[in-house]
């Protein structure tokens, strides 16, 4: 599986837009990405993922670069249960999912 | 549905010890794991099954036996607890080969050996 890299930590205000952004430039035509969240000490939760096109569903949307070497997730209305850990990875579709879970991106949302 | 219940969520153990944690899935599938995590670290897989009957290694398995005798539950069992083995286990479980990448999680077993 290919790494990725995420910035340690990020800050966002209530309200607004979360950008989480990650790079994973040694990605392979075969692998997507994956987002995950973890709340506090509660066990990860799956929030998105895509291969090439952006994605949107009820929690966030993924917008990946034309050459799929890095990706944003993004919170549109990040509220104060946003504050989390987020971690990106990419894995290929088939199989078990052996995911590689990094340090991710520690998000404090605030009043 | 209850989806992935780990039991329990604490435990204290002493050097050497045994026990076994639990985990059980009511959504049929799959695909279930172990991680663990330490403190300020990502998830690593200690073991994982495919199906009932099929369990293997993950990165990080030494001290720790698994089995997967039913399609709900898989067992984490440490045979003789270490204080390096002090950490948060996460059982996981997942569709199967037809799934979407969806990993469900538990809440986690806390354990600390003494």
């Known amino acids: 599986d290919a790494k990725t890299t995420q910035p340690p930590s990020m800050d966002c205000a209530e309200g607004r837009a979360a950008n989480l952004p990650c790079n994973h430039s040694t990605i392979s035509g075969n692998e997507y990405v994956y987002w995950y969240r973890q709340i506090h000490s509660q066990g990860p939760q799956y929030i998105i993922h895509?291969?090439?096109n952006n994605e949107t569903n009820e929690m966030a949307s993924l917008i990946i670069t034309e050459d799929r070497k890095s990706s944003t997730l993004i919170l549109p209305h990040a509220t104060l249960r946003d504050t989390a850990v987020y971690y990106c990875i990419v894995r290929a579709y088939t199989g078990f999912q052996k995911l590689v879970f990094g340090t991710g991106t520690r998000l404090l949302v605030s009043p | 549905n209850a989806g992935v219940t780990q039991t329990p969520k604490f435990q204290v153990l002493k050097t050497g010890q045994s026990m076994t944690l639990q985990c059980a899935q009511d959504?049929?599938?799959?695909?279930m794991s172990w991680y663990r995590q330490d403190p300020g670290m990502g998830l690593r897989l200690i073991h994982y099954s495919v199906g009932a009957g099929i369990t293997d290694q993950g990165e990080v398995p030494n001290g720790y036996n698994v089995s997967r005798s039913t399609t709900e539950d898989f067992p984490l069992r440490l045979l003789s607890a270490a204080p390096s083995q002090t950490s948060v286990y996460f059982c996981?479980?997942?569709?199967?080969?037809?799934?979407?990448?969806?990993?469900?999680f538990g809440e986690g077993s806390r354990l600390t050996v003494l």
């Open positions: 996981a479980s997942s569709l199967g080969r037809s799934n979407t990448g969806e990993l469900f």
């Open positions: 895509g291969l090439k």
């Open positions: 959504m049929n599938h799959e695909y």
